[in-house]
């Protein structure tokens, strides 16, 4: 698992224990921030011949299933106790080909990489273009978009709406710029006008998804043209969309209700917190 330097001590080493990791990813500094914790380290400030020897390193298997484990993520903890998220490479391998089929091509060449590893977005940013033969152009952050050497090459940007204002009242978009997903909050309609100014063909995508699902649910393509807030959308392949009673039954066209998901992007569950489970992941009802 990766180490951020900007977490708190104390919930890195939670999530260290919670997930009993064996190796974590980080550098000298932020490995000084916590104690107590039976994992070895890697360290990214140096070189991995000081750090560490071939037979040290975890050995991979070679045939993985789909339903292996693939990451654990965790949420905000803003209700409670953090929960680790366990995401299958089913769930992984699907937002790759579903994101391939919904934006694909040109518009994935470049992609920026700028969302810290501990946020599930970052998932898209690094799979997605690789795996569909696009580059990825690696920044500290959307903020330093402006002073990279390769920001003229940038094809998709992929972040948080709060982030994305921010970012417009410093710089401006790249010229080659073709898409943008914004995702993790509401997308006010205004930040989508104030986008389309001097990038009338850009395509803004406004994508959904709970910690719960492997990153997007949801997507809808916002046009220049329609003035409404944008909705969620539809729903990414393989994926099921359903809107329930408190008695989990569907809900009429028009009714308020809860929105569930199903399907191929939903995760295996939480670890180590097995009472939750039950109540949040449940078998889909309405298919075979």
């Not at 070189?47 to 905000?76: C, F, M, N």
């Not at 995702?183 to 205004?190: M, N, Q, S």
Request: glycine residues 6%; aromatic residues 8%.
């Amino acid at each position: 698992m990766p180490l951020d330097a900007s977490y708190p001590a104390e919930r890195i080493e939670f999530m260290i224990r919670d997930s009993q990791a064996k190796t974590i990813l980080t550098d000298r500094a932020t490995s000084a921030r916590i104690s107590g914790v039976q994992a070895s380290a890697i360290f990214v400030d140096e070189s991995i011949s000081e750090t560490s020897h071939e037979s040290s390193w975890p050995k991979s298997r070679s045939a993985v299933q789909p339903g292996d484990l693939a990451y654990v993520v965790y949420t905000s903890g803003s209700t409670g106790k953090p929960k680790g998220v366990a995401v299958t490479h089913r769930s992984a391998v699907n937002l790759v080909l579903a994101s391939k089929d919904l934006i694909g091509g040109e518009d994935i060449s470049a992609v920026l990489f700028s969302t810290p590893l501990s946020f599930d977005i970052s998932v898209y940013e690094i799979f997605v273009p690789l795996a569909c033969g696009g580059a990825i152009i690696l920044v500290d952050s959307l903020f330093a978009l402006a002073n990279a050497p390769e920001k003229s090459d940038v094809s998709l940007i992929n972040t948080v709406p709060s982030l994305m204002k921010a970012f417009l009242k410093e710089a401006k978009l790249p010229d080659a710029i073709r898409v943008v997903n914004l995702a993790g909050e509401p997308l006010p309609r205004a930040l989508a006008d104030k986008l389309f100014i001097g990038h009338p063909k850009l395509r803004i995508f406004n994508l959904y998804g709970p910690t719960e699902t492997a990153v997007y649910s949801t997507w809808s393509c916002v046009k220049p043209e329609d003035g409404r807030p944008p909705p969620i959308g539809f729903p990414f392949a393989n994926t099921h969309l359903y809107v329930l009673d408190e008695f989990l039954e569907p809900m009429p066209d028009g009714i308020v209700g809860e929105l569930w998901i199903g399907g191929a992007g939903v995760a295996q569950g939480y670890i180590n917190q097995p009472e939750l489970n039950c109540p949040t992941f449940r078998p889909e009802p309405f298919r075979q």
